[in-house]
């Protein structure tokens, strides 16, 4: 079992920058792939960045790329996401999520087994 606990939402204006981090609890998270994913209102849970469980590979939403920077640090169970220039757009709930079956992550939501409860991330014009 593992637990996901997501922290470091808020509100920013466009341009700024937050940096989101999600702890986990449980000994499979050095062999997970992790993956932060956002869903706006009314709009399907989308992914916006993952990492594979050795950090080797990384893969970003076009939306996102330039932008955002995903890392994971192993030894303090430990995933965080950069986000800078923020638009708008980029408004939504995030979730940090963890796939312990496969160490290379994957982009559809229904992979991934173990997700936080969600931080609130709002960009104002």
């Known amino acids: 079992q593992v637990q996901l606990v997501e922290s470091g939402g808020g509100l920013v204006q466009a341009g700024g920058s937050l940096r989101l981090s999600c702890v986990a609890s449980g000994r499979t998270f050095s062999t997970s792939a992790m993956g932060w994913f956002r869903q706006a209102p009314g709009e399907e849970r989308i992914i916006v960045a993952a990492?594979?469980?050795?950090?080797?590979?990384?893969y970003y939403a076009e939306s996102v790329k330039g932008r955002f920077t995903i890392s994971r640090d192993n030894a303090k169970n430990m995933v965080n996401l950069q986000m800078n220039s923020l638009k708008p757009e980029d408004t939504a709930v995030y979730y940090c999520?963890?796939?312990?079956?496969?160490?290379?992550?994957?982009?559809?939501?229904?992979?991934?087994?173990?997700w936080g409860q969600g931080t609130q991330v709002t960009v104002s014009s």
């Open positions: 990492i594979s469980s050795g950090g080797g590979y990384r």
């Open positions: 999520a963890a796939d312990p079956s496969l160490g290379v992550p994957r982009q559809s939501a229904t992979s991934y087994d173990y």
